[in-house]
């Protein structure tokens, strides 16, 4: 059995795992306001040893993995960077061996979920696999041969920040052009604001109870796909065109056996998976020889504690 | 003592390599201008059979390794498509393996390139490569943790055909946006001409004799570079420009510790990489974290040699 550990600017959860995915115990916590982390270190302390006391007598518990939402060294001991957490250089791996006596594995959240689509999910069975979540903004995680592929400075599967084409506004990251910047619930968001102030007749508005700063994605998809409406669909279809040229890039790169695609605008469900798949075919260097599957994920929440939970198989 | 194979549609190179990279023994001969399968694999039949020859009583061969303009099959058995000599599904290995008494081993030939620049070139000692060849098109090879990245079908590391913007002509593979309708030899001599045409004056005309037909991308580049001619620095930007794009999206999703550009293009030298350099640098996504190495190749036609006779020790 094994702790995993989803480590989160508002709440940590916490989740004993055993060997076939299932999270049977769990615990949460609303993270410390703060963000101090010795208090923050101190709350996951607290978090494992719950799971142990109740696990006591019953299960071995042999590690404890936790997901980072920030950059790690490339060994995965130090965490770099953590902006929701305005952490920097922080040994949470050491400090926390020092307070429990299990191992500790840790990684980043995006490589976090896609080992859980690959143990338990979307990707279970498949050896090469790519993994994007498209939420806020865009993350991935590459396994090729069964390992994540976490490159030397440890941000590799950076996919929201691959240049696609030049875009109306800057990413937060300073580049233009992003794929986040096209293919996010941010971007369908601003597109959708935009139309409409400039005067495009849509029903995300009435969905969002006629409140423009209201509109969130899924006003955005569900005008697209229940409504037909023309500025959801622009918004679908730029989202979709843009990510489908990143997928086409991804394979000639990598020439994985899947992808499957997560994250909170990943709802819109089949649809959305469709209009992905077509924009993808149209874009194949080798569509008689090379033809990647691409998937809805099919874990949820959950995904952040059954994936680092397993950390330990995939570095 | 391993044999290396450059197969070429117009001539196939032979070389006995030794265990610091050097040819020392080489053979050639002009390709069977048929291309007939049956013939070609006779000619390296004969050209193995020299060396064998040559090398006897004073070195001990283990293996022959092939390198292969075209598409082999993910376990590198098969020759799929070899679009230069018009074979498609060939057993090369096995029939050539029937006729000498040594193990045969096969890769594409931009992956060859890769590892000869790995084995005893510009990225040797680094775990972590990927090696870009610029020349009519754009080919790759990515080296991660020591191992050629070939993908499922056996076709990953096709880097010329990734999507960059939208472009004024169309590739040849039928897509429209690839890096080597900006980034290759071809390119820069089409949007020459196009200047030209256009009425724009330039020192490349008369570099190519008065010919607008006999413009190479030597003229090109040796007007940007020697002349500051304005239509050849145009023509370098885009090249550049382009390939920065590419490059800062591969240290993306790749984060490797080096990048190496060959093929005939990088024959212009340290101003081209001088070029390239700063358009990764205004790209990078990490640039306090994750700068990668950029390097010109350091081996010319022997990378097809000496990278074939180490294919075993990359996949």
Redesign the interface.
């Known amino acids: 059995m094994k702790i995993g550990i989803d480590l989160g600017g508002t709440h940590i959860g916490a989740g004993l795992v055993n060997d076939k995915g299932d999270i049977i115990m769990r615990e949460t916590v609303a993270t410390s306001t703060d963000h101090e982390y010795t208090v923050v270190l101190d709350q996951i302390k607290t978090l494992i040893q719950k799971i142990q006391v109740q696990a006591r007598n019953q299960y071995t518990i042999t590690q404890v993995g936790i997901g980072i939402p920030g950059?790690l060294t490339r060994d995965n001991t130090l965490i770099?960077?953590c902006p929701n957490l305005g952490w920097k250089k922080v040994a949470l791996k050491k400090d926390l061996e020092t307070l429990i006596t299990l191992p500790v594995y840790m990684g980043n959240d995006a490589s976090v979920a896609g080992i859980a689509e690959n143990v338990y999910g979307s990707t279970k069975g498949y050896h090469?696999a790519v993994f994007m979540t498209i939420g806020t903004g865009v993350g991935g995680s590459?396994i090729?041969?069964d390992?994540i592929?976490?490159?030397?400075?440890?941000?590799?599967?950076?996919?929201g920040?691959?240049?696609?084409?030049?875009n109306y506004y800057d990413c937060n990251?300073g580049?233009n052009?992003c794929l986040e910047t096209f293919s996010s619930a941010t971007a369908i968001i601003k597109l959708a604001q935009q139309r409409i102030s400039e005067g495009a007749k849509s029903t995300i508005l009435k969905r969002a109870s006629s409140q423009l700063k209201a509109i969130n994605a899924k006003h955005v998809l569900d005008a697209a796909i229940e409504d037909q409406d023309p500025v959801g669909l622009e918004c679908l279809e730029s989202l979709a065109t843009h990510l489908g040229?990143a997928i086409?890039?991804?394979n000639?790169?990598?020439?994985?056996?899947i992808f499957s695609i997560g994250g909170g605008v990943s709802q819109a469900g089949e649809k959305l998976l469709d209009v992905i798949t077509q924009a993808v075919a149209l874009?194949l260097?080798?569509p008689d020889?090379?033809v990647p599957k691409i998937v809805l994920a099919k874990l949820g929440n959950d995904a952040g504690i059954i994936g680092a939970a397993y950390l330990d198989q995939y570095v």
Chains 1, 2 share one sequence.
């Open positions: 950059i770099l960077e090469n590459i090729i041969n390992q592929i976490t490159g030397v400075h440890g941000v590799a599967s950076e996919l920040h691959m240049i696609i084409t030049e990251c580049k052009g040229i086409a890039n991804l000639d790169i990598l020439d994985p056996e874009r260097t080798y020889i090379a």
